[in-house]
């Protein structure tokens, strides 16, 4: 069964407009998973867990109500360590992009509106590099 992209936002229009993006990218090599929260997110993560389904990749806003797309990568990250994010932002701060890449398995950052080579980009690289990992 294919892996799973898991897409996070409050807002509802761009979760349609990332799904479909990669939707028509990706076609049926991914199965696509949204949530309008990090709390939701996790409930989604825990569904796919108990399933087996594997998660290849979480695509977070960073600005939402409630928990922050940091802290639900970096909480995302403890319980899946192998797990690559990318983050949907306005601002960010070099420092924290560090950090982020460094402790929390981030692979990089997208700001709005999103640019779909960008994004295509940032995950043929995540693909890659679990490739490569794979082959070792």
């Known amino acids: 069964s294919p892996e799973v992209i898991l897409c996070v936002d409050d807002e509802g229009i761009i979760l349609l407009h990332l799904v479909t993006l990669l939707q028509r990218r990706y076609g049926s090599r991914y ?8 709390a939701e997110g996790l409930e989604v993560v825990k569904r796919l867990d108990s399933e087996g389904a594997g ?8 600005l939402m109500p409630g928990m922050s797309g940091d802290e639900f990568v970096r909480t995302l ?7 690559r994010s990318i983050l949907v ?3 960010t701060d070099e ?5 982020l890449r460094e402790e929390a398995g981030v692979a990089g950052f997208l700001s709005k509106p999103i640019s779909s080579e ?4 940032l995950i043929d690289q995540i693909e890659a590099e ?6 070792r």
């Open 31 to 38: 199965r696509y998973e949204r949530a309008s929260s990090a």
């Open 55 to 62: 998660l290849a990749v979480l695509i977070s806003d960073r």
């Open 77 to 83: 990250h403890a319980s899946h360590p192998e797990l």
């Open 89 to 91: 932002s306005g601002k």
């Open 95 to 99: 420092d924290e992009i560090r950090q």
């Open 118 to 121: 960008e994004l295509f980009s």
């Open 130 to 135: 679990r490739n490569s990992a794979r082959d």
